[in-house]
Structures are given as structure tokens and as C-alpha cells.
């Protein structure tokens, strides 16, 4: 099975620690890197996680709090002083479009790569991204401004080649990808072989959903379906429940609910208040609902399967 890893850089919310960094992940998916949100501070987690620079492929900014977006103009200049000649793109809400060109234009002069800018709409559930082996699509969010979260999905690949068959009935590697598609195979003396005997199935295609921040939406679960793994805002435990909705955050059980409704496989909570000297009672609170629930921190790297 391909690597499907997310790479936990900063999971800490607004007010800064010395536990936890700005919000910042990588995902890395069959040999590519993509980044979620770009905080303060995510260069130094980027070196700490041994993820190399260059390989960071595009960034997806889910909305325009500092804490999620203060650390892009510094990225990008440190991409330029690496030599960086491959484009980099950049998904983020529209108003982002004009703040990012002032900001290239007085830090970032001379750069050998092209920054391009994709303006998202938050409103609507969209691929915004799409290669040979992923999509990436929006989730509409609720939250002080507008904002949204990123799911991505890997493409289903072709059935896998029984070894043991093509070697037991000689068939040449020109003939395999034609197999992988469904066709059969005929032998020298006339003999079909059908091609459930010759293939497995490929394995299903994963889903990563990463929903920060937003209140609690009822209807999210929906939206998220089925996904492998969910990363929802679990900002306060369920004591803060009314601070949750004022500040259009969510509780940790709230996020359990949305991941049991959705069906999804594992629940990775993040972006904590400060007020937390460690997040225990926030875990216990979402497992009680939904008990493959874990904790992200710093440097954690967390296998979608």
C-alpha cells in the first residue's frame, strides 16, 4: 500500500505556547507533499519533522487568522533563498490574493519559481486540486470568517497481478496492463483464463478530512463520510461548551460526534486552547463518544489506513 501519512506540525490554537505550535500539517500521499495551514513557526517544525523543503508541492490555507497563515510569507521566501525553481501553488480564500501580492512584492523580489494563487470558494463543497492520484476537495466550515477544511482523497487504482498466475501461465509483461483492466487471458492451446484468477483487488482508496476551525455543525458528518481519518477542532472540553460556540469553536465531544456520525475510521483532535497544561481530559471526553480518538502533537505522524 502507497504511504498516506499526515505529519503533525503545529496543533496549538491562536494564543502561542511552549507546548504547542501554530496549525500546520503536511500530507503526504503516494510520493507527493501538500501543506495545511501555515502558522508561525512551521519552518522550524518543517526541519524538525526531516520533511525536506523542496518537496512541498502546495500550500491550503483554511482561512485568514494569523495562526494559520502567518508563517506562508516567511515559507516562501526560505523557498527562495533554497533555490526553489518548481512553481508553487497556493489554495486559500480570495481576500488572501491581494495580501499575498503585496507581501511578495515588498519581501519577495527575485524569486526564480511562480507563486500561483488559487482563490477557494468556502462556501461550497469543490475539487479544487486533481492529479492522476488524488483529489482534493473544499468542505464549507463555520467560523468567525469565512473558512474552509480540505478532504483528501486518494483515486481507486487498477486490481493487483497474481505473480504466482502470470508466471504459472507464462504471460508477458506486455499483456499485464491490459489484465489490470479487466481482460482475460488465453493460453497457447486455447484455454481462457478468467481474470478474477489472475488479479486480486486493488486496496480501497483512503480519505483524510481536516476540518479547523469551525464550531460544531450537525449536518458536517455528512459531508465527511466515510473518511479514514478525521482532524476536527477540539479546542475545549465540554465545560467550555458555551466559550466553544461564542468563539465558533468545538468542544472535543462535538468533534467525536461529528467522526461517529461520519463513520469515519480514527479521529485525530486538535488545535487546543492554552488553557490546557495538557489535553487528558479532552481525550477521555471525545473517546467516551467515539474510541478511536487520539491526540495530535508536534512531530506525531499519523498513517491513514
Known amino acids: 500500500m502507497e504511504p498516506f501519512n499526515v505529519h503533525v506540525l503545529g496543533c496549538g490554537s491562536a494564543l502561542p505556547t511552549l507546548k504547542h505550535s501554530a496549525?500546520?500539517?503536511?500530507?503526504?500521499?503516494?510520493?507527493?507533499?501538500?501543506?495545511?495551514?501555515?502558522?508561525?513557526?512551521?519552518?522550524?517544525?518543517?526541519?524538525?519533522?526531516?520533511?525536506?523543503?523542496?518537496k512541498i508541492s502546495a500550500v491550503f490555507i483554511s482561512h485568514l487568522h494569523g495562526d494559520h497563515c502567518f508563517g506562508l510569507i516567511g515559507l516562501i521566501s526560505t523557498f527562495g533563498m533554497l533555490g526553489r525553481t518548481a512553481p508553487l501553488h497556493v489554495y486559500a480564500p480570495a481576500p488572501m490574493g491581494p495580501l499575498l501580492k503585496l507581501q511578495m512584492e515588498m519581501f519577495c523580489t527575485g524569486l526564480e519559481f511562480k507563486v500561483e494563487?488559487?482563490?477557494?470558494d468556502t462556501?461550497?463543497?469543490?475539487?479544487?486540486?486533481?492529479?492522476?492520484?488524488?483529489?482534493?476537495?473544499?468542505?464549507?466550515?463555520?467560523?468567525?470568517i469565512e473558512c474552509c477544511g480540505y478532504i483528501f482523497r486518494e483515486k481507486a487504482t487498477l486490481p493487483h497481478i497474481r505473480r504466482d498466475m502470470i508466471d504459472c501461465?507464462?504471460?508477458?509483461?506486455?499483456?499485464?496492463?491490459?489484465?489490470?483492466?479487466?481482460?482475460?487471458?488465453?493460453?497457447?492451446?486455447?484455454?481462457?483464463i478468467a481474470n478474477s484468477r489472475l488479479t486480486f483487488p486493488a486496496d480501497p482508496p483512503r480519505a483524510y478530512a481536516y476540518c479547523c476551525d469551525t464550531r460544531y455543525i450537525p449536518?458536517?458528518?455528512?459531508?465527511?463520510?466515510?473518511?479514514?481519518?478525521?482532524?476536527?477542532?477540539?479546542?475545549?472540553d465540554s465545560s467550555c461548551s458555551e466559550r466553544a460556540r461564542l468563539y465558533f469553536h468545538s468542544t472535543?465531544?462535538?468533534?467525536?460526534?461529528?467522526?461517529?456520525?461520519?463513520?469515519?475510521?480514527?479521529?485525530?483532535l486538535g488545535h487546543f486552547s492554552a488553557?490546557?497544561?495538557?489535553?487528558d481530559h479532552i481525550l477521555k471526553e471525545a473517546q467516551a463518544v467515539f474510541p478511536n480518538s487520539v491526540l495530535a502533537k508536534e512531530g506525531l505522524v499519523v498513517p491513514v489506513r
Not at 117 to 120: I, S
Not at 128 to 144: K, Q
Open 219 to 236: 449536518t458536517l458528518y455528512k459531508r465527511v463520510e466515510g473518511v479514514n481519518l478525521l482532524y476536527h477542532d477540539s479546542t475545549y
Open 23 to 54: 496549525s500546520s500539517q503536511v500530507v503526504e500521499i503516494r510520493g507527493k507533499f501538500f501543506m495545511i495551514d501555515c502558522g508561525e513557526g512551521t519552518q522550524i517544525q518543517l526541519r524538525r519533522s526531516r520533511i525536506g523543503f523542496t
Open 252 to 268: 472535543s465531544q462535538q468533534a467525536a460526534q461529528v467522526a461517529r456520525d461520519a463513520h469515519a475510521k480514527e479521529l485525530l
Open 169 to 192: 501461465f507464462e504471460i508477458p509483461v506486455s499483456q499485464i496492463n491490459n489484465i489490470k483492466n479487466g481482460a482475460d487471458w488465453t493460453t497457447a492451446d486455447g484455454k481462457v
Open 275 to 279: 488553557r490546557y497544561d495538557n489535553e
Open 117 to 120: 494563487f488559487h482563490p477557494v
Open 123 to 144: 462556501t461550497r463543497q469543490l475539487v479544487v486540486y486533481e492529479d492522476r492520484s488524488l483529489t482534493v476537495e473544499t468542505v464549507p466550515l463555520e467560523h468567525r
